[in-house]
């Protein structure tokens, strides 16, 4: 996510000012990625992620916050639930015999903070981590890692539905891994294993839920759901077949863009109506001059899914066999999950 946050510095609203990071590998972590930020500045080491390097780290990021900017976190890791609250447990977790429970992050405490941070424009809060159950956990009395004071119900006049937080699971439910390609440009790339939600997430804010909007292609979270994007993209990746179910714990009202996508590619979910006959046609898309852009043969029963340019001109799907032939007009103006095709 650092990557994609550091590529992507431009596409951002507003552009990136700072990036704060914090990796705890697991020794002889081998195989992951070895991101762009270790390497633009390898005479500063990455610090893990402990209870008291979280909160330097946080303090020095709301620091910085200036007018009119959005704040971005990303955390993942081991999680649990407590009293509604995503919480996400640190590195040095178990260490200190007074207080073993003490290195943990709640999210949820944090995000709330920020409606009332009157000087952020948005904030945007993602966690991929497990949301399962310790009855240990819940009944400990530690509040965790802070860096700023959560949000005081005399201060709630303050508050401003700004604010999202998507959690890669509901409450009692686990998270999963999956394969990740080293190369994303390259299908044979060697793979190694990180957060599904992760995966969609990148996916997602790399144009996957790109729409246009005031004359732009934008990822706007307020106004589109992001998490109903996020479970149909899940379901492209055919071989992931456990639970998922991301769910946003705070939304937003207020709409702001978060990223102004140059080149997005979005996806497109075509099924025949009735489904039962979806084997017996091939299919093709033409664009707005009637050029086939791509086609899909006989004897697929299952959703045909695919990626194309979007477009704000008129798109042509069209279903044929050796009897029948049937066609109808969309606009890929964002992604679509549900396009059908009358061939009854």
């Known amino acids: 996510m650092a990557d994609w946050l550091y590529v992507n510095r431009d596409a951002l609203t507003p552009k990136l000012a700072s990036i704060h990071l914090l990796v705890t590998d697991p020794e002889e972590d081998y195989d992951r990625i070895p991101y762009i930020l270790q390497h633009l500045v390898p005479e500063k080491p990455v610090h893990r992620a402990t209870k008291e390097t ?36 640190l590195s040095d977790l178990n260490t200190d015999d007074t207080d073993p429970w003490g290195a943990h992050f709640n999210i949820t405490e944090v995000a709330t903070a920020f409606k009332a941070k009157s000087i952020l424009n948005a904030a945007y809060f993602f966690v991929d981590a497990c949301q399962e159950f310790s009855s240990e956990f819940v009944l400990s009395n530690s509040h965790g890692a802070r860096f700023i004071r959560p949000l005081h119900p005399f201060k709630l006049h303050e508050a401003r539905e700004k604010v999202l937080l998507i959690s890669a699971a509901a409450e009692g439910l686990r998270a999963f891994e999956g394969d990740w390609p080293q190369d994303r ?111 899909c043969p006989l004897g697929r029963s299952t959703t045909w899914m695919f990626e194309i340019s979007p477009s704000t001109r008129p798109h042509y799907l069209i279903a044929e066999n050796d009897m029948w032939r049937h066609e109808t007009e969309f606009a890929p103006t964002g992604p679509i999950f549900n396009q059908r095709i009358s061939v009854s």
């Open 185 to 295: 440009r390259q299908q044979a790339a060697k793979t190694i294993t990180i957060g599904r939600f992760t995966q969609v997430l990148i996916d997602a804010l790399d144009g996957a839920s790109a729409r246009f909007d005031n004359g732009k292609w934008i990822i706007d979270t307020g106004r589109w759901k992001l998490q109903s994007d996020l479970r149909f993209l899940y379901g492209r990746r055919q071989s992931w077949s456990e639970r998922f179910e991301p769910v946003t714990l705070i939304d937003q009202n207020n709409f702001f863009p978060l990223v102004i996508s140059p080149n997005p590619r979005i996806p497109i979910f075509v099924l025949t109506d009735p489904e039962r006959l979806m084997a017996s046609y091939r299919l093709h898309v033409h664009d707005d001059k009637r050029a086939r852009l791509l086609s």
């Open 54 to 89: 979280v909160e330097l780290a946080g303090r020095d990021w709301v620091a910085s916050f200036g007018e009119g900017d959005s704040a971005f976190c990303f955390i993942s890791g081991h999680g649990a639930v407590r009293a509604g609250d995503a919480v996400v447990f």
